[in-house]
Antibody
Framework: EVQLVQSGAEVKKPGESLKISCKGSGYSFTSYWIGWVRQMPGKGLEWMGIIYPGDSDTRYSPSFQGQVTISADKSISTAYLQWSSLKASDTAMYYCARLLGMDFDYWGQGTLVTVSS | EIVLTQSPATLSLSPGERATLSCRAS??????LAWYQQKPGQAPRLLIY???NRATGIPARFSGSGSGTDFTLTISSLEPEDFAVYYC???????????FGQGTRLEIK
């Protein structure tokens, strides 16, 4: 069974750093792109970027380029999304999802990130 | 950059009725369009891929159609569990981007 399991909710202060994770299982982790999607409270889905764990080829949405870093450790089938300096506007639910062809067929359960002083 | 525009923003219908949701692309995406359903507190779920193919386990009352710039998601007879938010999505290989529509909220009338 394909599963993407994300790390737990985080509460951080502005200016702090954060790295959240997404662990894949039940399939060949290195053979599929993994994407990250942001959903701000009460809003729609925003694509942040994708990574191919096989060679760490990474593509970012122009809206998120330079704001976050996407990485992967194929030895432990885990993708990451990290911030070096969080802002209150980073408060959102973050989803990882497996990209099959042109669409996301499996999704993680989401990681809620709250940034507040 | 391709923009996806969904209409209507909100659709109010009763169980048993037919729902028709629209997604329009700012330029042709061929048939590379997907639809997702998202219920409160849940991750999105893939319903339709390549414009008209139902994903695994999706009931036959869900169907997708269209190509080029105009796409439709149809729910033939609404069940109570179908009231949710629906998003369309496309992916381009070059530039490598993914775009979501802004969503259509399907609510009980």
């Amino acid at each position: 069974e394909v599963q993407l399991v994300q790390s737990g909710a985080e509460v951080k202060k502005p200016g702090e750093s954060l790295k959240i994770s997404c662990k894949g299982s039940g399939y060949s982790f290195t053979s599929y792109w993994i994407g990250w999607v942001r959903q701000m409270p009460g809003k729609g889905l925003e694509w942040m970027g994708i990574i191919y764990p096989g060679d760490s080829d990474t593509r970012y949405s122009p809206s998120f380029q330079g704001q976050v870093t996407i990485s992967a450790d194929k030895s432990i089938s885990t993708a990451y999304l990290q911030w070096s300096s969080l802002k209150a506007s980073d408060t959102a639910m973050y989803y990882c999802a497996r990209l099959l062809g042109m669409d996301f067929d499996y999704w993680g359960q989401g990681t809620l990130v709250t940034v507040s002083s | 950059e391709i923009v996806l525009t969904q209409s209507p923003a909100t659709l109010s219908l009763s169980p048993g009725e037919r729902a028709t949701l629209s997604c329009r692309a700012s330029q042709s995406v061929s048939s590379y369009l997907a639809w997702y359903q998202q219920k409160p507190g849940q991750a999105p779920r893939l319903l339709i891929y390549d414009a008209s193919n139902r994903a695994t386990g999706i009931p036959a009352r869900f169907s997708g159609s269209g190509s080029g710039t105009d796409f439709t998601l149809t729910i033939s007879s609404l069940e109570p569990e179908d009231f949710a938010v629906y998003y369309c999505q496309q992916r381009s290989n070059w530039p490598p981007t993914v775009t979501f529509g802004q969503g259509t909220r399907l609510e009980i009338k």
